[in-house]
Each structure stands twice: as C-alpha cells, then as structure tokens.
C-alpha cells in the first residue's frame, strides 16, 4: 500500500555533500515514523536516522551526528537526508524506511524502497 523511491545517489569526493530524496505514494506518510538505512556490500543493513512523524523528532546513528541530516514535508510525502562531509566509509546503497513503529532495527521496518547508490571516492 506504500511504496518509497529514493533519488539523489551518485559519485561524489570525499568531503562532498549529497542530498537523498524520498518519495512516498499509496498512502500519506503522516502516522509513520520514516527513517533511513544503509548497506554496503558484504555487510548487514543498518540504521542511519529516523524522523517522527511530526518532524520534530530525530535519532541518528553516532556515525552519522552533525554530517546528516533527516528531514520530512508530510503535505507532500517526502523524505530528505542532507549528507555533508562524506568520507568513503559513508558508501553504500541507501534505503528510505517506513514504519508504524519508531524503530532502529531493520527486520521491523514495514516498507522499504528500492535504494539509492552513494559512492564516495578519497
């Protein structure tokens, strides 16, 4: 009933900045909490930030703290992560995640998109 497509990926220099968009449809994004996960090859997915559904509410994951940025337009289902100073250790294929529940953890996420590819060269 939801469905996510994530734009915004690409190849950028070590130190660079990228800006992930998420854009939902089938339903509103206004009672979900909408977050964003990562996975680089041979590695699990994992948690990046989550946004509540009010826009007030954020948690990210100490990688990540004062780099990104997650934010949310609820009037026009879309979700946003403003990647600065990447360093490759930042590259993977990012998902946008919704879910009726706050949540960190990757095997409770209801809805996945189809995920973005950011590679960050040195």
């Known amino acids: 009933q939801v469905q996510l497509v994530e734009s915004g990926g690409g190849l950028v220099q070590a130190g660079g900045s990228l800006r992930l968009s998420c854009a939902a449809s089938?339903?509103?994004?206004?009672?979900?909490?909408m977050g964003w996960f990562r996975q680089a090859p041979g590695k699990e997915r994992e948690f990046v930030a989550i946004i509540s559904w009010s826009g007030v509410n954020t948690y990210y994951t100490d990688s990540v703290k004062g780099r990104f940025t997650i934010s949310r337009d609820t009037a026009k289902n879309m979700v946003y992560l403003q990647m600065n100073s990447l360093n490759p250790e930042d590259t993977a294929a990012y998902y946008c995640?919704?879910?009726?529940?706050?949540?960190?953890?990757?095997?409770?996420?209801?809805?996945w998109g189809q995920g973005a590819q950011v590679t960050v060269s040195s």
């Open positions: 995640a919704a879910s009726l529940r706050r949540t960190t953890q990757a095997r409770l996420i209801a809805y």
């Open positions: 089938g339903r509103t994004l206004s009672s979900y909490t």
